[in-house]
């Protein structure tokens, strides 16, 4: 059960060493955490725990992390959600394409974790 004025942290990877690493990170800055193995899990475990903050994956069997993005940002359930993609493609292009989804940050692989923890807690005030 979430605690009260925890933030609830969705991270969405396909790689079994990326997430455990992400929820560590996460879970050592007390955020509230769930876990999805791709974008239809991502999606069904957003539908019954709406998360404050998704951290998404691009490249993923089924959906990927644009799709996923774009589908969150359809539901109007999810309008205050914050996304953050991290990814190993670090295009402009894939950058684009991730804000133009409706992002609210981008990451390239490797990351900061201060850096990403920071933004996962800027989310609680729309500054993500």
């Known amino acids: 059960m979430a605690k009260k004025n925890r933030m609830r942290v969705l991270v969405v990877d396909d790689d079994p060493l990326v997430r455990n690493l992400l929820s560590a990170v996460l879970h050592d800055a007390s955020f509230d955490l ?3 193995v791709d974008g239809h899990d991502a999606l069904a475990i957003a539908a019954v725990r709406p998360p404050d903050v998704v951290v998404l994956d691009v490249m993923m069997p089924g959906l990927d992390g644009f799709e996923v993005c774009r589908a969150l940002r359809a539901d109007p359930s999810f309008v205050s959600t914050r996304i953050v993609i991290l ?3 670090s295009t402009p292009t894939a950058r684009d394409e991730a804000f133009r989804a409706g992002a609210d940050a981008f990451f390239t692989k ?3 974790p ?5 933004t996962v807690m800027g989310a609680r005030h729309g500054a993500a």
Do not use: N, R, V
């Open 114 to 118: 201060l850096d990403l923890i920071e």
């Open 34 to 36: 769930d876990e999805a």
């Open 87 to 89: 990814t190993a493609k």
């Open 110 to 112: 490797p990351f900061s």
